[in-house]
């Protein structure tokens, strides 16, 4: 049935071409199930540089099939080390050998670019539509179906709509979900290029001077992600022109090493983003509602987080899985009609992005300049639901 003054019916439409989005596309179509994706750019996004995958994000790619070729972009990371310069203090943590719980695993550092591209490469022919910016969401009173409008006055209607529109999704505030919230942290991020290899060890560094600190993620032997992190004013505005953020970055790592001031003197400035970290709080995830009729989110859309557990990306790929799993039982006999699917899904996502929301949220507080009452406070309660912090990454979100 056709939603009175639609243009076109769709029986999946996904908002944004981002990670999540291309993944849950991705998943629909490796289960058979067709899906429309909507990208308000003209091209295929890579905001964000890069991004580390963790165990449970390659258990995700691997039911997506796309593992095995990412595998060849980068190169694993054997730990992580931080080095706290102003004190002369060093910790090193390995990945690959037994830790005090367990294992932790495969890390890689994966050029968002390449995800995408990976992912779009293994759809249909004119899944993603460019340029199609969303202006708002309806649902009809007569077949109670959600409908989108265009800003070019195109209006579709979705049997289900799934809404991978970012932080400041149209979808999600349709949902009546609260504004996503600001950490006092800012990030500039980019990438390197080293057309004759670096010398960099592979590790996750992190270099912490003060209230900055610095993070240096090699993707390959040629290619290093990294981040500068400071803290400033909720309501700072940022400037956009690369030249500009270059110099921000070079001013804010001063009094580190060379190494590290000639990496983002070298940058590739196409690479580089410089906005605040934004998160969407563990207790609106945890009352938040995230199904109306048939509409749904995922990714960052459902629950924005700080990288400070490097589970942003995994985690909207897990939701991909989850999504198509699900979805895919309403087309193959089950009973599942698309709201029973939709509500198997969030029940199966809810207290996993709850726990890595809360997990994320306490580590900020600890980094962030917070008075020493709440920085006890965080500990404690992190010893006691968190005492294993790496238990996150072995999280695993099942078959597709």
């Not at 001013?251 to 906005?275: N, R, T, Y």
Request: with cysteine.
């Amino acid at each position: 049935m056709e939603s009175s003054g639609c243009d076109e019916m769709q029986e999946i439409v996904i908002v944004g071409g981002g990670l999540c989005g291309l993944a849950t596309a991705l998943a629909l179509h490796r289960k058979g199930v067709k899906s429309v994706v909507l990208e308000k750019s003209e091209t295929l996004r890579s905001a964000g540089a890069a991004i580390g995958v963790l165990p449970n994000g390659w258990k995700a790619l691997d039911q997506l099939g796309v593992a095995s070729h990412l595998r060849t972009t980068a190169l694993p990371l054997q730990g992580m080390r931080i080095t706290w310069m102003d004190k002369g203090n060093e910790k090193f943590t390995p990945y690959k050998v037994l830790l005090k719980y367990r294992n932790i695993g495969e890390v890689r550092c994966l050029k968002r670019s390449d995800i995408v591209e990976t992912f779009a490469d293994a759809l249909p022919p004119k899944t993603i539509r460019f340029g199609c910016d969303i202006v708002s969401v309806e649902m009809d009173p007569i077949t109670s179906l959600p409908s989108l409008l265009l800003s070019n006055g195109k209006r579709i209607g979705a049997k289900v709509l799934i809404g991978c529109d970012g932080w400041r999704s149209i979808v999600a505030s349709f949902l009546g979900l609260k504004p996503a919230k600001t950490f006092r942290t800012c990030a500039i991020r980019g990438l390197t290029s080293y057309p004759n290899s670096h010398s960099f060890p592979f590790e996750f560094v992190r270099l912490i001077v003060g209230r900055t600190a610095v993070g240096r993620l090699p993707i390959t032997d040629k290619l290093v992600h990294w981040f500068v992190a400071v803290q400033q004013g909720t309501d700072a505005k940022f400037p956009q022109d690369t030249q500009v953020i270059k110099q921000r970055a070079m001013g804010a790592v001063s009094g580190h090493p060379a190494d590290v001031q000639e990496m983002i003197e070298k940058c590739d400035l196409d690479s580089l983003s410089f906005a605040h970290l934004k998160y969407r709080a563990p207790w609106d995830l945890m009352f938040g509602n995230f199904r109306e009729k048939t509409v749904t989110v995922a990714g960052d859309a459902m629950h924005v987080m700080g990288p400070f557990l490097g589970q942003g990306g995994s985690s909207g790929i897990e939701d991909a899985v989850v999504l198509g799993r699900n979805l895919a039982k309403t087309i193959n006999g089950s009973c599942f009609d698309h709201e029973e699917a939709l509500d198997q899904y969030i029940k199966e996502r809810k207290m996993r992005v709850v726990k890595l929301a809360t997990q994320s949220y306490l580590t900020a507080l600890l980094i962030e300049n917070r008075p020493i009452i709440t920085k006890i406070f965080v500990v404690t309660v992190m010893a006691i639901f968190f005492r294993n912090p790496s238990a996150h990454t072995q999280y695993d979100c099942g078959l597709l």
